[in-house]
């Protein structure tokens, strides 16, 4: 058993125990305990919301297995970002190259993404938005996990960049073990309909990002590329 298939029931016991038990010591009316099975309602549908299964994404095609980008096209290098689990499975989270939309990944797919060589910093939205710089290398080929995490309403995503702790075993297994997709004219659209909004969290949560110290920022190392 995975540590996502523990995670949501451990969340959910916790939670429980939290808000319900107080419940039983109310003396001060129901006010209270509706305040209390308010938030405990909240909480829970946003952990089940969480663990719940892979929903694919209409933005996205999947590419046949033979027509798989597997290495960097001339004069590129190639970014993989991979969705290897289903947590947080009914939440899509969406990929950017500064301003430009990658594509959407879902739960249990992957991007492989031929970026030019150079400096970057990618982005990932779902309720929020969170960010990882990279220097990339033509010819080569890097990895990055999404990551889904609990937010207020739904998931949140964070860029895990591949710089040496994961083995290639693991990063060959998440590549061969999810589908990897593009995006399609629907997801093109949607992005230029939704680009002044992006824009607005992008700018909202940048600066969160920049109060960062540097040890605690998300980078892609130009010598992580394989």
Request: net charge positive; hydrophobic share 35%; aromatic share 8%.
């Amino acid at each position: 058993m995975g540590s996502e298939s523990i995670e949501l029931p451990l969340a959910l016991i916790l939670s429980t125990k939290y808000f319900i038990m107080p419940l039983n010591n109310n003396k001060q009316g129901d006010i209270p305990l509706r305040k209390n099975i308010g938030k405990a309602i909240i909480l829970l549908v946003g952990l089940v919301t969480l663990g719940g299964c892979a929903t694919p994404s209409s933005h996205m095609n999947t590419v046949r297995q033979e027509q798989r980008s597997s290495k960097p096209a001339p004069g590129k290098a190639l970014v993989y970002f991979v969705r290897p689990n289903t947590y947080g499975g009914a939440i899509q989270s969406t990929i950017y190259d500064g301003n430009e939309y990658i594509g959407t990944v879902s739960a249990k797919t992957h991007v492989a993404y031929q970026a030019t060589p150079g400096r970057h910093m990618f982005m990932v939205v779902g309720e929020s938005a969170d960010f990882m710089s990279a220097d990339l290398s033509e010819g080569k080929t890097y990895y990055a996990q999404v990551l889904a995490r609990i937010g207020f309403w739904k998931a949140r995503f964070s860029l895990v960049p591949s710089n040496g702790q994961f083995t290639q075993t693991q990063l060959d297994k998440w590549i061969n073990t999810t589908r990897q997709v593009t995006a399609n004219e629907e997801g093109r659209v949607w992005a230029k309909e939704n680009r002044s909004s992006i824009m607005e969290k992008k700018e909202e949560y940048m600066m969160a990002w920049d109060e960062k110290p540097d040890e605690n920022k998300q980078i892609l190392r130009k010598e992580s590329g394989i």
